[in-house]
C-alpha cells in the first residue's frame, strides 16, 4: 500500500511563491515516476510536472516551464514543487502521484497512487 501526502498549499499574492511537498510511505519507490497535477475549478486534471525517482530526469508542462521546479529527496522519501512567479491561473487543488511505469507520463490515468489533494490560491 502506496500513501502519498501533500502539504504546503495556501494562499499567496501573484508573482509570490509557495513549496509543495509531497511525503511517500509503503514501499520502494526507486523505480517510480511521480508527478505533481492540478485541478483549476472548472476545468479538468492537467500535468504540471514530473521526476523518474532514480536519475531526476524531469518533464514540465509549457505553462509552468521556467516557473515551477519539481525535485526530490530520496533520503526523505519527499517531493517538492517550488513555485514560483505565481499567477491568478494557478490556483488550483494540487495532487501529487505515483506511476509504476519508468517514464514520465502527462496522462492522470497512467498514475497508480494519488494524494488527497492542496489548494493553491493564487490572488491577483
Known amino acids: 500500500q502506496v500513501q502519498l501526502v501533500e502539504s504546503g498549499g495556501g494562499l499567496v499574492q501573484a508573482g509570490g511563491s509557495l513549496r509543495l511537498s509531497c511525503a511517500a510511505s509503503?514501499?520502494?519507490?526507486?523505480?517510480?515516476?511521480m508527478g505533481w497535477f492540478r485541478h483549476p475549478p472548472g476545468k479538468d486534471r492537467e500535468f504540471v510536472a514530473g521526476?523518474?525517482?532514480?536519475?531526476?530526469?524531469?518533464y514540465y508542462s509549457d505553462s509552468v516551464k521556467g516557473r515551477f521546479t519539481i525535485s526530490r529527496d530520496n533520503a526523505k522519501n519527499t517531493m517538492y514543487l517550488q513555485m514560483n512567479s505565481l499567477k491568478p491561473e494557478d490556483t488550483a487543488v494540487y495532487y501529487c502521484?505515483?506511476?509504476?511505469?519508468?517514464?514520465?507520463?502527462?496522462?492522470?490515468?497512467?498514475?497508480?497512487?494519488w494524494g488527497q489533494g492542496t489548494q493553491v490560491t493564487v490572488s491577483s
Open positions: 509503503g514501499r520502494s519507490f526507486s523505480t517510480y515516476a
Open positions: 521526476i523518474l525517482w532514480s536519475n531526476s530526469d524531469t
Open positions: 502521484a505515483a506511476s509504476s511505469r519508468r517514464y514520465i507520463a502527462t496522462n492522470p490515468h497512467q498514475y497508480d497512487y
